[in-house]
């Protein structure tokens, strides 16, 4: 029931902002943002065709007036009235930001419709990353004054950043994707929490198979930590290979 109530104006806000919320896992961000994405555009269509049948009529009234009344000289026409008008209707600013809530409401549509990228609003993304960059800054002046190295400190940041979010999240069991065939079988696994050491090109052994782990990534909860692996031929076990024991049963599945 959120994901129709309060869904589509929630997916206006940004990935971050949506993660944040204590609820965020209990609804369905793919159907909220198509909700919010077809609603943005269709109330951008119908704002635009109000705006234009209101504004085109004030222009035209009024050239015909000024045309009446001699202002706009003996040569004037009503299609060069109308032609005015039309352009100055085009290129007024309140056109431009309707038209392009109504492209945006377009690609967010798409986007979560075949992509499953559940985009917010830009304006509100810009207002993220601007609120972002100047808090990182904020920070980054009180660790060099208090003498830290800002490598430490990131490090610091990105663990505390983890705990927290893995506090938000629910303790599932890691998701498994199979997908391609030898020689390019891959294997993703999503998991609600982010795993120790699991950095690119690391070796997993994993059921007596071993994997080079390719890339790890962000997505969407409950299980935002994904890892792409690519199966080996053949591997030799070592300190520096990692052994994947998921906790409970994973869940499987093929793509």
């Given at each position: 029931?959120l994901?129709?109530?309060?869904?589509?104006?929630l997916?206006?806000?940004?990935?971050?902002?949506?993660?944040?919320?204590?609820?965020?896992?209990s609804?369905?961000w793919r159907?909220?943002?198509?909700?919010?994405?077809?609603g943005?555009?269709?109330?951008?269509?119908?704002a635009?065709?109000?705006?234009?049948?209101?504004?085109m009529?004030?222009?035209?009234?009024?050239?015909?007036?000024?045309?009446?009344?001699?202002?706009?000289?003996?040569?004037?026409?009503?299609?060069?009235i109308?032609?005015?008008?039309?352009v100055?209707?085009?290129?007024?600013?309140?056109?431009?930001?309707i038209?392009?809530a109504?492209?945006?409401?377009s690609?967010?549509?798409?986007?979560?419709?075949?992509t499953e990228?559940?985009l917010g609003?830009?304006?509100?993304?810009?207002l993220?990353?601007?609120?972002l960059?100047l808090?990182?800054?904020s920070?980054?002046?009180a660790?060099?004054?208090?003498?830290?190295?800002?490598?430490?400190?990131?490090?610091?940041?990105g663990a505390?950043?983890?705990k927290?979010?893995?506090?938000?999240l629910p303790?599932?069991?890691?998701?498994?994707?199979?997908?391609g065939t030898?020689p390019?079988?891959?294997l993703?696994?999503?998991?609600?929490?982010?795993k120790?050491?699991?950095?690119p090109?690391?070796?997993?052994?994993?059921?007596?198979?071993?994997?080079?782990?390719?890339?790890?990534?962000?997505?969407?909860?409950?299980?935002?930590?994904r890892?792409?692996?690519?199966?080996?031929?053949?591997?030799?076990?070592?300190r520096?290979?990692?052994?994947?024991s998921?906790?409970?049963?994973?869940v499987l599945?093929?793509?």
């Open positions: 029931m994901t129709y109530l309060l869904g589509p104006i997916a206006l806000l940004p990935r971050r902002w949506r993660n944040s919320l204590g609820f965020s896992a609804l369905n159907r909220a943002t198509v909700l919010s994405a077809f943005e555009s269709a109330l951008a269509l119908i635009l065709m109000y705006w234009y049948s209101y504004y009529n004030l222009l035209v009234s009024n050239g015909l007036d000024s045309a009446l009344t001699g202002k706009m000289g003996p040569g004037a026409t009503d299609h060069e109308g032609f005015t008008a039309l100055i209707w085009a290129t007024h600013p309140l056109t431009w930001l038209a392009y109504g492209v945006e409401g690609v967010r549509l798409v986007a979560a419709a075949f990228n559940n609003i830009f304006p509100l993304f810009v993220d990353k601007i609120f960059k808090s990182w800054r920070k980054q002046s660790v060099k004054a208090a003498g830290y190295a800002d490598s430490n400190f990131s490090s610091y940041v505390i950043r983890d927290t979010a893995a506090k938000r303790l599932v069991p890691d998701e498994l994707f199979f997908s030898a390019d079988e891959i993703e696994i999503r998991a609600c929490r982010k120790t050491d699991w950095n090109p690391r070796t997993v052994h994993y059921q007596g198979t071993f994997y080079r782990l390719e890339a790890s990534s962000e997505g969407n909860a409950p299980r935002p930590y890892y792409t692996l690519r199966k080996l031929s053949a591997g030799v076990m070592g520096t290979v990692l052994v994947y998921p906790e409970g049963t994973p599945a093929k793509r």
